[in-house]
C-alpha cells in the first residue's frame, strides 16, 4: 500500500504545519513515510505544495500521480487537478484554516483524534488549533484509506537534522554560518540545543568572515564545522586553499540548490560537484562525501570529522535541497563514534614554510612540502577504502548497471522494484573509489542526475577510463526531483 497527498496553498496559509502534523502521527503509528517540499521564494502567497507518501514498507520518494489533494486555496486545484488520480479526492472548504483541513486528513486515514491532539500540544494557541481540528473531524464521515498500526520504531527527520546529529555525536565545538537555503536549518537545530550538546552557533555577516573565523577557531583545536550553500561556497575558495596548504581541519556543510548565480533559490539540484571537487587554486586535499538519506547524512557527517580531524584537511558533506529538507522515516538506531581532536599545536601559514613553520621561498623546501602533501593525499585514499566508499543494491549479477549519487537515492531505490540491474550509489567522491570500475566496467551504465551535464559521469570517465552513452544519462534540471514512478519508466526503457 502506496498512498500520496498533496497539501496545496499560500505561503503563510500552514502547508508545511499541516504535512508535518500528519507525518510525524504516522511514524508514530510505524508507517514510513517521505515528504518533499516545493515552494517559491517568497513570505506570503505564490503557491507552496507538499506531498506526503506514506506505505507500510519503506518509501523515499513520491510519484507523478496523487491520490489526495488537500486544497488550501482555489489555486491549488486548478494547479494540481491534472495529477490526480482516478478515484481521487480533493479535499476544500473556503475560508478555513489548516487545522480544521488537519481534522478532517485524520478521520478519512482513520487515524484517532487523540492522535492529533498529542501532536497539537506541540504547537501554540492549542485551544484554538484544537477546536478546528475537531470541526473537520467530526464534518467528516467517509473513509480514504485506513492506516494501520505497525511495530516499526521510526523517527521522521530531514537532511539537515541528520547533518546536525553527525556534528554533534561528532563532538562539534564551533558552527559558522551565514544564512543560505537550504542549509540555514542546520544553524537553526544546532542553535536550538548548543547549551545542552555544549557547542557554539555563530551567525556572521558573510561567507567570507564565516570561513575565516571558521579557520581561526580550528588551528586552536575546536572541532569546528561551516554550512553554505553553491554562492557562499564560491566566496569561501580563497580561504579554501589556506585550509589545505596550512592543513587545517575543517568540515564543510555544502547544501547546493540550482545556479548559476541566485538561480532558482529555494529549488533543487546537484550542479555543484564540480565546484566541490575544484574549487580553490592550487593543489591540495580534501574530502568531498555525498549522502542520499537522512541516515548516511549522519553517518559521512561523522566520517568528515573524522578525516578533517586525522588529517589536516578541508572536508566537504555534498548535499541538496531536496535531500536537505525533505523528510523521511528512519531506523531510531544509530550509533556514532566520535573522532578524537587535533591536539599538536604548531605555526599555521598561508606561504610554503619550512620546518619551523616560518615562509620560504627555498625551492628544495616547496618540493619537499607538495611531496608531502601528495604523499598524506595517498594516505586519505588508503584510509578512505576503510570506510564504504559506495553501495551496490539490486541484481549484483545483471549486464545493467545504474550509477548515481547524492538525493536521487530516495526515488531510484523506490523504482527499482522488477527492474534488472545493479545500482551503484557513489558516496566518496574525492577521493574517488577506484573499486568501482569492477562494478561497472563492461556493462550497460545508466546514469541518473539532477544536472545538466552529467557531472558524475565525467569523474567516473576521468578516474576510470570508462565512458557513459549520452542516450544512457537520465539528467534533470527543471529544479525539481525525480519521481518515482516516472523514473522507473524512464531506467525500463535502457535496459538490456
Same mark, same amino acid.
Given at each position: 500500500?502506496?498512498?500520496?497527498?498533496?497539501?496545496?496553498?499560500?505561503?503563510?496559509?500552514?502547508?508545511?504545519?499541516?504535512?508535518?502534523?500528519?507525518?510525524?502521527?504516522?511514524?508514530?503509528?510505524?508507517?514510513?513515510?517521505?515528504?518533499?517540499?516545493?515552494?517559491?521564494?517568497?513570505?506570503?502567497?505564490?503557491?507552496?505544495?507538499?506531498?506526503?507518501?506514506?506505505?507500510?514498507?519503506? &518509501?523515499?520518494?513520491?510519484?507523478?500521480?496523487?491520490?489526495?489533494?488537500?486544497?488550501?486555496?482555489?489555486?491549488?486545484?486548478?494547479?494540481?487537478?491534472?495529477?490526480?488520480?482516478?478515484?481521487?479526492?480533493?479535499?476544500?472548504?473556503?475560508?478555513?484554516?489548516? $487545522?480544521?483541513?488537519?481534522?478532517?486528513?485524520?478521520?478519512?486515514?482513520?487515524?484517532?483524534?487523540? &492522535?492529533?491532539?498529542?501532536?497539537?500540544?506541540?504547537?501554540?494557541?492549542?485551544?484554538?488549533? +484544537? =477546536?478546528?481540528?475537531?470541526?473537520?473531524?467530526?464534518?467528516?464521515?467517509? &473513509?480514504?484509506?485506513?492506516?494501520?498500526?505497525?511495530?516499526?520504531?521510526?523517527?521522521?527527520?530531514?537532511?539537515?537534522?541528520?547533518?546536525?546529529?553527525?556534528?554533534?555525536?561528532?563532538?562539534?565545538?564551533?558552527?559558522?554560518?551565514?544564512?543560505?537555503?537550504?542549509?540555514?536549518?542546520?544553524?537553526?537545530?544546532?542553535?536550538?540545543?548548543?547549551?545542552?550538546?555544549?557547542?557554539?552557533?555563530?551567525?556572521?555577516?558573510?561567507?567570507?568572515?564565516?570561513?575565516?573565523?571558521?579557520?581561526?577557531?580550528?588551528?586552536?583545536?575546536?572541532?569546528?564545522?561551516?554550512?553554505?550553500?553553491?554562492?557562499?561556497?564560491?566566496? @569561501?575558495?580563497?580561504?579554501?586553499?589556506? !585550509?589545505?596548504?596550512?592543513? &587545517?581541519?575543517?568540515?564543510?556543510?555544502?547544501?547546493?540548490?540550482?545556479?548559476?548565480? !541566485?538561480?532558482?533559490?529555494?529549488?533543487?539540484?546537484?550542479?555543484?560537484?564540480?565546484?566541490?571537487?575544484?574549487?580553490?587554486?592550487?593543489?591540495?586535499?580534501?574530502?568531498?562525501?555525498?549522502?542520499?538519506?537522512?541516515?548516511?547524512?549522519?553517518?559521512?557527517?561523522?566520517?568528515?570529522?573524522?578525516?578533517?580531524?586525522?588529517?589536516?584537511?578541508? !572536508?566537504?558533506?555534498?548535499?541538496?535541497?531536496?535531500?536537505?529538507?525533505?523528510?523521511?522515516? @528512519?531506523?531510531?538506531?544509530?550509533?556514532?563514534?566520535?573522532?578524537? =581532536?587535533?591536539?599538536?599545536?604548531?605555526?599555521?601559514?598561508?606561504?610554503?614554510?619550512?620546518?619551523?613553520?616560518?615562509?620560504?621561498?627555498?625551492?628544495?623546501?616547496?618540493?619537499?612540502?607538495?611531496?608531502?602533501?601528495?604523499?598524506?593525499?595517498?594516505?586519505?585514499?588508503?584510509?578512505?577504502?576503510?570506510?564504504?566508499?559506495?553501495?551496490?543494491?539490486?541484481?549484483?549479477?545483471?549486464?545493467?548497471?545504474?550509477?548515481?549519487?547524492?538525493?536521487?537515492?530516495?526515488?531510484?531505490?523506490?523504482? $527499482?522494484?522488477?527492474?534488472?540491474? =545493479?545500482?551503484?550509489?557513489?558516496?566518496?567522491?574525492?577521493?574517488?573509489? @577506484?573499486?568501482?570500475?569492477?562494478? +561497472?566496467?563492461?556493462?550497460?551504465?545508466?546514469?541518473?542526475?539532477?544536472?545538466?551535464?552529467?557531472?558524475?559521469?565525467?569523474?567516473?570517465?576521468?578516474?576510470?577510463?570508462?565512458?557513459?552513452?549520452?542516450?544512457?544519462?537520465?539528467?534533470?534540471?527543471?529544479?525539481?526531483?525525480?519521481?518515482?514512478?516516472?523514473?522507473?519508466?524512464?531506467?525500463?526503457?535502457?535496459?538490456?
Amino acid at each position: 500500500m502506496r498512498f500520496s497527498i498533496l497539501f496545496g496553498g499560500k505561503a503563510g496559509q500552514g502547508v508545511n504545519v499541516l504535512s508535518n502534523i500528519l507525518g510525524n502521527a504516522l511514524t508514530k503509528k510505524g508507517q514510513y513515510v517521505f515528504v518533499s517540499r516545493d515552494y517559491q521564494s517568497l513570505i506570503r502567497g505564490g503557491h507552496n505544495f507538499n506531498v506526503l507518501t506514506f506505505s507500510d514498507k519503506p &518509501v523515499a520518494s513520491n510519484d507523478s500521480q496523487i491520490d489526495m489533494i488537500i486544497a488550501l486555496d482555489e489555486n491549488t486545484i486548478n494547479l494540481h487537478r491534472s495529477e490526480l488520480k482516478k478515484g481521487g479526492k480533493i479535499i476544500e472548504k473556503e475560508g478555513k484554516g489548516n $487545522m480544521y483541513f488537519a481534522g478532517r486528513i485524520f478521520k478519512l486515514l482513520c487515524v484517532e483524534f487523540s &492522535v492529533l491532539e498529542e501532536e497539537l500540544r506541540e504547537l501554540k494557541f492549542f485551544e484554538e488549533n +484544537i =477546536k478546528d481540528a475537531k470541526e473537520g473531524y467530526n464534518e467528516t464521515s467517509e &473513509v480514504a484509506c485506513k492506516v494501520s498500526l505497525n511495530k516499526n520504531k521510526l523517527k521522521f527527520v530531514n537532511g539537515n537534522q541528520g547533518i546536525s546529529e553527525g556534528a554533534v555525536k561528532s563532538g562539534v565545538d564551533i558552527y559558522y554560518a551565514y544564512p543560505m537555503t537550504p542549509a540555514t536549518n542546520v544553524m537553526g537545530e544546532l542553535a536550538e540545543k548548543q547549551i545542552e550538546n555544549n557547542n557554539i552557533v555563530i551567525e556572521l555577516e558573510s561567507e567570507v568572515a564565516v570561513i575565516n573565523a571558521a579557520i581561526g577557531s580550528a588551528i586552536t583545536g575546536a572541532k569546528t564545522m561551516i554550512g553554505t550553500s553553491g554562492g557562499g561556497f564560491d566566496l @569561501m575558495t580563497e580561504a579554501l586553499s589556506l !585550509t589545505g596548504v596550512a592543513e &587545517v581541519p575543517l568540515v564543510i556543510y555544502l547544501a547546493s540548490r540550482p545556479g548559476p548565480s !541566485t538561480g532558482v533559490a529555494t529549488y533543487t539540484g546537484q550542479g555543484d560537484l564540480d565546484l566541490a571537487r575544484h574549487s580553490g587554486h592550487g593543489e591540495f586535499n580534501r574530502l568531498v562525501i555525498a549522502p542520499g538519506d537522512p541516515k548516511e547524512c549522519e553517518e559521512l557527517t561523522s566520517q568528515a570529522f573524522y578525516f578533517s580531524q586525522k588529517f589536516g584537511i578541508p !572536508t566537504i558533506i555534498l548535499s541538496d535541497k531536496h535531500l536537505a529538507e525533505g523528510l523521511y522515516t @528512519m531506523d531510531k538506531n544509530s550509533v556514532i563514534t566520535p573522532s578524537k =581532536k587535533m591536539t599538536s599545536l604548531k605555526r599555521y601559514n598561508s606561504y610554503e614554510t619550512d620546518e619551523f613553520g616560518c615562509a620560504t621561498e627555498d625551492a628544495e623546501k616547496i618540493i619537499k612540502n607538495v611531496d608531502a602533501r601528495m604523499k598524506m593525499g595517498k594516505e586519505i585514499e588508503k584510509e578512505a577504502e576503510k570506510f564504504s566508499q559506495f553501495n551496490v543494491y539490486g541484481n549484483r549479477t545483471s549486464k545493467n548497471v545504474v550509477l548515481f549519487w547524492g538525493s536521487t537515492k530516495g526515488a531510484i531505490i523506490d523504482a $527499482m522494484e522488477n527492474l534488472d540491474a =545493479k545500482f551503484v550509489q557513489v558516496l566518496y567522491l574525492e577521493p574517488f573509489p @577506484m573499486r568501482i570500475k569492477k562494478e +561497472i566496467e563492461g556493462k550497460n551504465i545508466i546514469l541518473v542526475e539532477n544536472n545538466a551535464t552529467g557531472q558524475l559521469g565525467k569523474l567516473v570517465a576521468e578516474k576510470t577510463g570508462i565512458f557513459i552513452d549520452d542516450k544512457n544519462k537520465i539528467l534533470r534540471y527543471d529544479g525539481r526531483p525525480f519521481l518515482a514512478d516516472e523514473l522507473r519508466e524512464e531506467l525500463g526503457g535502457r535496459l538490456k
